[in-house]
Structure formats: structure tokens, C-alpha cells
């Protein structure tokens, strides 16, 4: 009887060291995933992802739009890879989107993270809904002009010549060089209206690391806000036509700082 007591006591024992294991491995795993997930603000997904926070929610890390990529620019983020583990990302300066036409990794989605409208456009002469590679945005492209040798003076454009869309995304600025009086400089520049994301530009760069890089949008481009109009551009002024304006009247007459501003300020000047 008491050999069973404490064999009892022994098995009690072992389970509970057991569940402290398991609980330790748990807090670890979980830890673990935290971090990942605080590095997930920097990463590219693949053509036609919705937002990240609803990405990650959709995402069933199935790994299909990988299997699809032909160029293996798509990988699924393992442990150690700082990013949500699972779900597919890729590093252009690695390997970069190669602009599929027919972008196989998005049909292929079960369940909607890589959203098919994200990458369509209408074709005029059917009205018909075609997919579209040049409508995609995987990131925002930057360019360090510390570091970009182009800035310096030294002949280079094969982020220019690498765009898929030369002459639109990316185009060649033309400036003088004051510091040698000759040898004009031929200076990238990005229009982020137009770029892709694809990192084409990043793979190509000469530079030891980049000096033009492909980050995500919201990392990289600002928003001034949806109370601020383009008063010269009659597309933008339409999104506040019938919106009542309560913090400034521009007709009133009365308000004689905004009159000076306007440069009616004579008769603001005393004889």
C-alpha cells in the first residue's frame, strides 16, 4: 500500500513537471511569435495583398501563390525569418518580381488575402475585367542619394534600365554638374504613382547595399489627409463638392488676415 502511495506521488509529480515543460515551451513558442510579428511592419507580400492587418487574418498559409510563382520570388516565413511565420513574403534584392502577366500566384488564392481586383483593370473596348500586373502595388521604391553613385556624378542607370515600366516609374533626371563644369548627371527618379513594387530597380543596383530600395507603402509614403484639396486639380476638388466648410469662409469679406494673405493688404496698410 504504501509503495502505491508513492508511486502515486511519483506519477503526480512527473505530470506536473511535464505541464511546467509544456507550459515553458508554450510561453516560448508565443514569445517567439510576438517577436515575429513586431517585424512584420517591414515586409513585402505578393502581388494583389489586401492590408496587412486583414492579410494576416485572411492568410491561411496554405503556400499556394508560392507553388504558383515560376521565378520562386515567393518564400513562406519560417522561424528566425522576423516575420509572421507561415505566410509568404519575398526580398527583392534577393530575387524580385518578374511582373507576370498572367500573375499566377493570385488566382490561386482560397481565400482572399491576394485579392484578383487588386490586379485588374477594365478593358474599354469589352468592358470586360483583365488582369493587370502594372496595377499592383507590393511597396514603395526610395532611393538614398547619399549613396546612389549616379548622385555622385558616375555614369549608372540600371535601375532605370531594369523598370518594367522605364520612363514611368522610374525616369532619368537630367541636372548640371556644377562641380566639374561637364559630365551632366543622369539622377533616377521614382514616381510611386506608377511603381509596382516589383524591386526590379533594388535587384539590379550596383551599389554594396542598394541604394534604391523597395519598402512598404506605409512605411514610405505619407498621407496628407482628406481635408486637404488640390484646389488646381477639378478630379480632386469633386471629393469635397456639397462638403460644408466650417473652420474657414473664404467669401467672408470680414476676415481681413485671410484677405492679406490673399494679397488684398492695402487696405490693411494705415496712411
Not at 469662409?249 to 485671410?258: G, L, R, V
Amino acid at each position: 500500500m504504501k509503495e502505491n502511495k508513492m508511486a502515486t506521488r511519483r506519477d503526480v509529480i512527473i505530470k506536473l513537471m511535464q505541464g511546467a515543460g509544456f507550459l515553458g515551451l508554450g510561453g516560448l513558442t508565443w514569445g517567439a511569435y510576438i517577436d515575429e510579428a513586431k517585424a512584420a511592419d517591414i515586409i513585402l507580400r505578393p502581388p494583389g495583398a489586401i492590408p496587412e492587418d486583414d492579410f494576416i487574418k485572411a492568410c491561411t498559409k496554405c503556400g499556394a501563390c508560392v507553388t504558383a510563382c515560376p521565378y520562386d520570388t515567393l518564400k513562406l516565413a519560417e522561424p528566425g525569418d522576423e516575420k509572421p511565420v507561415g505566410t509568404p513574403f519575398f526580398e527583392p534584392r534577393k530575387i524580385a518580381c518578374e511582373m507576370c502577366p498572367d500573375i499566377p500566384c493570385v488566382p490561386v488564392c482560397p481565400s482572399g488575402a491576394l485579392d484578383v481586383d487588386l490586379v485588374s483593370s477594365i478593358k474599354k473596348e469589352t468592358n470586360e475585367k483583365v488582369l493587370d500586373i502594372n496595377k499592383a502595388k507590393m511597396g514603395a521604391t526610395i532611393i538614398d542619394e547619399k549613396s546612389c553613385i549616379a548622385y555622385w556624378g558616375i555614369q549608372c542607370d540600371l535601375c532605370y534600365r531594369a523598370c518594367p515600366l522605364m520612363d514611368e516609374a522610374i525616369k532619368l533626371e537630367y541636372a548640371r554638374n556644377e562641380r566639374t563644369g561637364k559630365h551632366a548627371f543622369l539622377r533616377p527618379v521614382v514616381d510611386n504613382d506608377v511603381c509596382t513594387g516589383c524591386g526590379l530597380c533594388e535587384h539590379a543596383c550596383v551599389t554594396e547595399v542598394a541604394a534604391i530600395k523597395v519598402l512598404p507603402t506605409s512605411i514610405v509614403l505619407g498621407k496628407a489627409g482628406d481635408h486637404y484639396i488640390k484646389g488646381w486639380d477639378a478630379t480632386d476638388e469633386k471629393r469635397l463638392k456639397g462638403v460644408k466648410d466650417d473652420r474657414i469662409d473664404a467669401e467672408d469679406s470680414n476676415n481681413k488676415a485671410m484677405d492679406y494673405l490673399n494679397g488684398d493688404w492695402e487696405d490693411l496698410v494705415d496712411d
